[in-house]
DNA sequence: ATTATGTGATTAATATACTTATCAAGCAGC
DNA sequence: GCTGCTTGATAAGTATATTAATCACATAAT
């Protein structure tokens, strides 16, 4: 009965053609396809190929993205108090999340802190995101693909999440950096 | 030849494929799929169902909404000494931002500065884009919408741009904010 | 009452997406 | 040379998306 795997597709089409007042039969003409394919996909009975989906959007139009693009989304938290930050990790490295759930959200804001010789590891880390961080207080090894830096107070980073990094405080003193990622990551 | 009527969906679903070092079978194996089939997509020789995408996309993980989303990215600087920071507006507020031209970019960082006193006016701000931050250093009242909070070194704030905002420095002493947006607004 | 036109849903036939099994090329180790 | 394992591509068969035609139910006009 579901043929899109869990994505209620059906409704989906059928809300927007509503919304600009086309009948199944108009819709198919604009489109060049059938009407009887579109009752079927209305009621998720058929799961159209990405070209039939591209055809019925061409039809109001409507690009794939802005068909996929996401919607409806909760009443977040807006002020945290320290304590409130939620602590993710907690060995050595500290990573205090502003926010506890991040599924849905743009930014993963953190407030992490790097006890000295803390490592985030020698395997480096990689993940479809992008990320920066500006660092407040001591010194933290920044490495990015074939590139290491040791930044201070004041300095930043920026970089595509997808070359292998990994970060490391090489001072004597606590390193504290407010980091962000987009999209959340883990 | 082509069954997506003009969106080059193989070469898309190639390069998400060949990012994550996953071989056409293992893809499979992780997407439940046969491998013949993402061999026939990625040639084009076949317009998968969106059901079949999503079973993909599920492979990475990813949903439908960022495959269809549009991407594209430059080889940007990674690593920001302090004076690199590029200065935006430069009165009693200081907007220090990581990176010189943020198009593209799916964050804006920033290292902020606040007077005493210093306040970002009367008109609130509203844009397009989901922003927080970690407040520092001194103490920063932050109104969102019909909500008003004043917040000290170590607390944070999350909320959608959208709804109309303030920050305004109600302490004695400088303001030291690092926040980020995505994606970036100014 | 009947004819007409509109709606979404359904059936049988056809086109195509998808699976299973296989192939050919590349690469490691023996 | 082999053997074994991986890679991406292909062929034939099966499942399903899609079409053309029809059905059933409305509303409106003759």
Redesign the pocket.
């Known amino acids: 009965m579901d ?1 899109n795997n869990g994505f209620d597709l059906g409704a989906r089409l059928k809300a927007l ?2 919304s600009h007042n ?5 819709l ?1 003409k604009r489109a ?12 998720n ?5 990405v ?3 591209k ?1 019925l959007l061409d039809g109001f139009p409507m690009s794939l993205a802005e068909f996929f693009a996401d919607d409806l989304k909760p009443r977040p938290q807006i002020f945290f108090a320290a304590p409130e930050l939620v602590e993710l990790a907690g060995g050595p490295v500290s990573y205090r999340q502003v926010g506890r759930d991040m599924t849905g959200k743009a930014i993963q804001l953190m407030h992490e802190h790097y006890q000295p010789g803390a490592d985030t590891g020698a395997q480096m880390l990689s993940h479809e995101a992008e990320e920066g961080g500006v660092i407040i207080r001591g010194r933290l090894e920044v490495t990015v693909g074939d590139q290491i830096r040791v930044l201070g107070p004041g300095d930043a980073y920026y970089f595509d999440s997808r070359t292998p990094h990994r970060f490391r405080n090489v001072g004597a003193e606590e390193c504290e950096v407010v980091t962000a990622n987009s999209p959340p990551s883990f």
């Open positions: 043929g053609r509503d086309l009948s199944q039969r108009e198919a060049g396809v059938s009407n009887a394919i579109i009752s079927m996909i209305e009621q009975r058929s799961s159209p190929s070209g039939m989906l055809k």
